[in-house]
């Protein structure tokens, strides 16, 4: 299993003016934000270590997951929560043929702790010896009905 980070999260989505009044930085120089990039690198290492210790994502991006094997062939809990959208299902054979499951094939189960992906019948797709599956989500904080759901709950961690 290897979960990858597709899309990194946004500048706009780093909340570094905040991060500058918790520190205490000084306000009104030329320079302001001469800092600017140091203090993003630590607010994304933040949300790398929250995010590693909850399985939850703090802001919205992408993500791959790579499995060889189903674990539970009735539905497979996906790595972190909550997860918005499913975007592709591609299953890859041996000779790494690529075929991309049909959407009407599977459904995501929303949960804020434990989203699954579940078949629309009774199994999830047959993988043969030697086959991959490749399943691309998104995951958001934002959950619609989540407890956190604004984005200075999303950024308290953080500053």
Request: glycine share 6%; with cysteine; hydrophobic share 45%.
């Amino acid at each position: 299993m290897m979960l990858i980070e597709e899309t990194a999260i946004a500048d706009a989505a780093l909340p570094v003016d905040q991060f500058k009044a918790h520190l205490r930085l000084g306000t009104g120089f030329a320079e302001d934000s001469v800092q600017d990039d140091v203090l993003k690198g630590f607010l994304r290492a933040a949300a790398a270590a929250i995010e590693a210790r909850t399985g939850k994502v703090l802001i919205e991006r992408d993500f791959s997951w790579s499995l060889t094997v189903w674990r539970n062939q009735s539905g497979e809990v996906l790595p972190v929560a909550p997860v918005t959208d499913v975007k592709s299902v591609t299953l890859a054979d041996a000779e790494g043929a690529e075929t991309v499951v049909a959407p009407d094939r599977y459904r995501l189960e929303k949960d804020a702790q434990r989203p699954r992906l579940r078949p629309v019948g009774p199994l999830m797709p047959k993988m043969s010896k030697g086959s991959s599956i490749r399943i691309v989500f998104a995951a958001d904080n934002r959950l619609r009905g989540a407890a956190c759901a604004s984005p200075s709950c999303v950024r308290r961690p953080l500053a």
